[in-house]
């Protein structure tokens, strides 16, 4: 049985590495039930699920399960243990927390562009699951962990792919780095926020520009003054020596 299984596992990994980019360290989100179940059935996940997967796999959570499975008590204390030895992943609910379900869900959106596998005992989890193409389902039964099969949703999305009904989601990805390489789309990490004006009084360095601008007209007025009373002695002073002539 375990080496069939172990088949089965293989022949789903390279159908989602082949249409998906599905690649190692294999990248897996776990919720409350699914490290739940592990404890119950004594499964060491470090160890088998690298040996099922016979690649590099990473255990990952989310914020929002840590925080779910603190609300529920001691009865998860268990499964608590287990989900805070995995690496966390930044979620969009930093500030307010969701379910785990809906938060792996809102994980695994857009095409699933960081190749989670999602693990979870929860059945309405996984039916959501199921209806988004190229995310990998893994659950446990009888003790044992199982990578589901390719979805009805996946295989349809596959072979409108193929028929060119529908672009792939590592075709979308290379056509955007390639908008991005020549410039044709910012990068979202190249972004900033652009800086809001803040409203403030006038310019202190343009009111003493204004003064010296009044001094200047001032001296300038003062300059024409003088020349026209210049102009003025200079006349008389040619009236008064043409008197003198004439005696």
């Known amino acids: 049985m375990k080496i069939t299984r ?75 243990l287990i989900a805070q030895k995995c690496q966390v992943r930044n979620c969009p609910h930093f500030k307010n927390p969701v379910s785990g379900s809906e938060c792996l869900l809102s994980m695994v959106e857009e095409g699933n562009p960081h190749h989670y596998f999602v693990a979870t005992q929860d059945q309405n989890l996984s039916m959501k699951v199921k209806k988004k193409p190229g995310v990998p389902l893994m659950f446990i039964i009888q003790n044992t962990i199982v990578l589901d099969k390719p979805s009805p949703k996946t295989i349809a999305f596959v072979k409108a792919v193929e028929s060119g009904q529908l672009v792939s989601v590592r075709e979308k990805q290379s056509i955007k780095q390639l908008k991005e390489e020549k410039g044709l789309v910012k990068n979202p990490e190249q972004r900033r926020k652009k800086k809001h004006k803040k409203v403030s009084g006038p310019n202190p360095l343009s009111c003493l520009k204004k003064k010296k601008r009044a001094q200047d007209t001032k001296s300038s007025a003062s ?5 026209r009373k210049r102009i003025r002695n200079r006349s008389t002073s040619k009236v008064l020596s043409e008197k003198k002539n004439a005696e």
Do not use: S, W
């Open 223 to 227: 300059e024409k003054k003088r020349k």
């Open 6 to 80: 172990q088949k089965h596992a293989k022949k789903h990994l390279g159908f989602f590495r082949n249409n998906f980019g599905v690649r190692e360290p294999y990248q897996i989100l776990l919720d409350g039930t699914f490290c739940q179940a592990a404890l119950r059935g004594r499964i060491q996940l470090r160890e088998q699920l690298p040996r099922y997967l016979m690649g590099e796999t990473q255990l990952c959570t989310t914020r929002c399960v840590l925080k779910e499975l603190e609300t529920l008590g001691k009865d998860l204390y268990g499964a608590k």
